[in-house]
């Protein structure tokens, strides 16, 4: 039996997060219901699908291309890369893949390009709804981080909301910046001083930067009234609950930056905010300090101080 891989990918159109692909070689005799192009699908249904599909491949792969990838190398070519990605990430080499739309130039798996691909072929459309819950998981994910923009609504495409949003809390680093729209909303330091707004993205970059660290972020708060308090509640990759305080560094030594803050009385005060959180004899807890420092012409360093109580 020859295996042949379908290929699809979503997200070329948002104007944030990445372009997601989907490879998956179905049996012939795969006894999928209900299969169709996830754009035609609602979410509910394609999320009522996606473990059906994940019981029933023979194999599957996901190829992500990131934000900056694609402002690197223009969206037609991530969705390409995206798409080769997930080709190799697949649990075997099939015979042979379809990709919906055009070929893969640089693939070295034999493939061919069907129009309309995923309203024709299976495989198509079940790569389609992987892509698709894949990359609205992500993007619902990204929402917790900035709830402002509601990215778990619209999964980062140009509507209303989002465009209001974009306008009045200019663009985020998951925003696409070779994209025209987000061209013209980009922050810059004096902007976020002027507005209040240092201690806040400081915040989005401490949970962009554990999400890249696979942890799993519970939820974000900000509170400019209070200096000492909470920003970060997040599960690591062992499933330890983390407790973190954000704070803007000014300088580089971010070691003389932990001792200056355990020295504060905060400490005492975040602990007794805290206590009810927070057992000192339960190891799946943890109180940490993540410091954000802005470089000029550089991209912000942050540093993660875990288990500072």
């Known amino acids: 039996m020859s295996l042949i891989a379908g290929v699809d990918e979503v997200g070329r159109g948002p104007l944030a997060g990445p372009v997601v692909a989907g490879a998956v070689v179905l049996p012939?005799?795969?006894?999928?219901?209900?299969?169709?192009?996830?754009?035609?699908?609602t979410r509910k249904k394609r999320e009522a699908l996606y473990p059906i599909i994940i019981s029933k491949a023979l194999g599957i792969g996901i190829g992500e291309a990131s934000v900056g990838k694609i402002d690197e190398i223009n969206i037609r070519e991530a969705t390409f890369l995206a798409m080769d990605r997930a080709l190799m990430n697949l649990p075997m080499v099939p015979d042979k893949a379809l990709v919906d739309?055009?070929?893969?130039?640089?693939?070295?798996?034999?493939?061919e390009g069907v129009i309309k691909g995923d309203d024709k072929i299976d495989s198509i459309k079940a790569a389609s709804i992987i892509a698709k819950v894949t990359r609205d998981r992500m993007m619902v994910h990204y929402g917790k981080i900035f709830p402002e923009y509601g990215f778990e609504k619209h999964s980062g495409y140009g509507t209303k909301t989002h465009m209001e949003a974009l306008r009045t809390y200019k663009a985020t680093p998951i925003h696409r910046r070779s994209f025209a729209p987000v061209k013209k909303q980009m922050p810059t330091i004096n902007w976020l001083k002027e507005n209040n707004r240092i201690s806040w993205m400081c915040e989005k970059l401490a949970g962009l930067y554990l999400v890249g660290k696979n942890y799993k972020i519970l939820k974000i708060e900000h509170d400019n009234s209070r200096g000492n308090s909470i920003s970060i509640y997040a599960e690591d990759p062992n499933n330890k609950t983390i407790y973190a305080v954000v704070k803007e560094s000014n300088s580089d030594n971010s070691e003389n930056k932990v001792l200056e803050f355990l020295k504060r009385e905060e400490v005492q005060n975040l602990k007794g905010t805290i206590g009810y959180h927070l057992d000192e004899d339960d190891i799946d807890q943890r109180f940490d300090l993540i410091t954000v420092q802005f470089v000029k012409n550089n991209s912000p360093l942050i540093k993660h101080f875990k288990g500072i109580i």
């Open 101 to 111: 739309g055009e070929a893969l130039r640089s693939q070295k798996i034999p493939n």
């Open 28 to 41: 012939e005799e795969h006894g999928i219901d209900g299969l169709r192009d996830s754009k035609k699908l």
